[in-house]
């Protein structure tokens, strides 16, 4: 059973960089054929696509993130990363790490969602 | 890129069937059929209830079922259950390789 479990501060100070790890465990992000994605949530608020990466270091993301979003992949720590520079208070929002099974939006695992609040 | 068009809510009782919309482009939903549906219990991660516009992973009850005509993707849920009160989000892989989600739907149970 694959799981996914996010990481990192929950408290991020404004113009400063969020940075968030997801560990996959029961299975391998090197095995290829899937898309390691990140989505967010803001409070109260319906479902924003951040962007994804393949086990090879190709990335898509959200075009209206994109200029701030660094995505990586670890495949030795079986871990994705994602960094976000610059943050606001609009970037207050819970984030998801899941794995996309085909790059379509077919996200059949996430993780349990990280609460990262941007405020100084 | 715009986010998916749905009804903020919808309601229906206990064993009647109810149906959400998801409106999309000529971009995204009206050019490809890769559209999924997620449901989302308060303080819970999403879980993937059709994909490939109407197809079920396995698990998923057949109450669930899913269409599209031209832009507009549709979910069905038949039999209404209480458990299935619960938010519900379209999403579509787009023509700029991307993918974008639906603004959300509540579904209350009555």
């Known amino acids: 059973q694959v799981q996914l479990q996010e990481s990192g501060p929950g408290l991020v100070k404004p113009s400063q960089t969020l940075s968030l790890t997801c560990t996959v465990s029961g299975g391998s992000i090197s095995s290829g054929g899937y898309y390691w994605s990140w989505i967010r949530q803001h409070p109260g608020k319906g479902l924003e696509w951040i962007g994804y990466i393949y086990y090879s270091g190709t990335t898509y993301s959200n075009p209206s993130l994109k200029s701030r979003i660094t995505m990586s992949v670890d495949t030795s720590k079986n871990q994705f990363s994602l960094k976000l520079t610059s943050v606001t208070a609009a970037d207050t929002a819970v984030y998801y790490c899941?794995?996309?099974?085909?790059?379509?939006?077919?996200?059949?695992?996430w993780g349990q969602g990280t609460l990262v609040t941007v405020s100084s | 890129q715009s986010a998916l068009t749905q009804p903020a809510s919808v309601s229906g009782s206990p064993g009647q069937s109810i149906t959400i919309s998801c409106t999309g482009t000529s971009s995204d939903v009206g050019v490809y059929n890769y559209v999924s549906w997620y449901q989302q219990h308060p303080g819970k991660a999403p879980k993937l209830m059709i994909y490939d516009v109407s197809n079920r992973p396995s698990g998923v009850s057949d109450r669930f079922s899913g269409s599209k005509s031209g832009s507009t993707a549709s979910l069905a849920i038949s039999g209404l259950q209480a458990e299935d009160e619960a938010d519900y989000y379209c999403?579509?892989?787009?023509?700029?390789?991307?993918?974008?989600f639906g603004g959300g739907t509540k579904l209350t149970v009555l």
């Open positions: 899941a794995r996309d099974r085909t790059g379509y939006s077919e996200f059949d695992y």
């Open positions: 999403s579509s892989y787009t023509s700029s390789s991307t993918l974008v």
